[in-house]
């Protein structure tokens, strides 16, 4: 098999194959650097189901691909956030957003790996305990953690307050516990261990919880204000 050498400059020609084609907008493939392999190859299996008429299943679509069914969740949460796809809750319409304000270089490597992760987490740690999220759902997961500041380690005890508080939990349940939360100054899962009236499930580990060193200093100077 012939490769293209270094001295080939101008590259390969690619001839195509006969057949019937799925057509795919080129804007998919402009953006595909700072989308990621994955949300793109997603995108495009999902353009393809589309021109067939065939449903999207999440299952079925990562067995295609040779994902597990989190890595086809999180790319559609991604998808989403960038304005690919848009879910209407019946319907998933596919959006082409404007290619020219998207910004091709991606963020900081350490800052969007550590984020991801986060969020990575977070996706499965919801699908373990309340069911896979919807694109919407995981589009609000992602709200709460990078425009409103939550951790995902806050949002998690609000899963796990939800599953204590109520029979059927819901993702409007969640959210009311979130802006509670948030409208208390609730930020990391630190926040929620100096504030224990706010959660029944981290009660007994906060009452646990040894105070830090600022806190034992105050203890020790103003003793009365401790009884």
């Known amino acids: 098999m012939r490769v293209m050498s270094a001295e080939n400059s101008r590259g390969l020609l690619i001839r195509n194959v006969k057949g019937m084609f799925i057509q795919v907008p080129p804007e998919i493939f402009r953006c595909q650097s700072s989308l990621g392999p994955i949300p793109t190859l997603v995108w495009i299996n999902m353009v393809a189901l589309a021109q067939k008429q065939k449903p999207l299943k999440i299952q079925d ?3 295609t691909m040779g994902l597990e069914q989190r890595e086809v969740s999180q790319a ?7 304005g690919w796809i848009n879910d209407g809750g019946l319907e998933i319409q596919m959006v082409l957003p404007d290619t020219q304000s998207i910004e091709l270089a991606p963020p900081n490597d350490s800052v969007l790996d550590e984020e ?3 969020f990575e987490w977070l996706v499965s740690y919801s699908a373990a305990r309340i069911g896979p999220p919807s694109p919407d759902e995981m589009r609000k997961l992602l709200h709460w953690m990078v425009k409103k500041g939550l951790s995902h ?9 939800m599953t204590v508080q109520v029979e059927n939990p819901g993702f409007p349940y969640l959210e009311g516990i979130l802006r509670n939360w948030h409208a208390t100054g609730i930020r990391s899962y ?3 261990l100096e504030n224990p ?11 646990n919880r040894q105070p830090s060193m600022a806190e034992q200093r105050w203890k020790e100077v103003f003793p009365d204000e401790f009884d």
């Not at 559609?76 to 960038?82: G, K, P, Y």
């Not at 380690?153 to 307050?161: D, F, T």
């Open 61 to 63: 679509l990562a067995e």
């Open 76 to 82: 559609l949460a991604l998808l989403a956030d960038r």
């Open 116 to 118: 991801q992760a986060s």
């Open 153 to 161: 380690e806050v949002i998690a005890v609000a899963i796990e307050e």
């Open 190 to 192: 630190n926040d929620l």
């Open 197 to 207: 009236h706010l959660t029944k499930v981290l009660g007994p580990i906060a009452a």
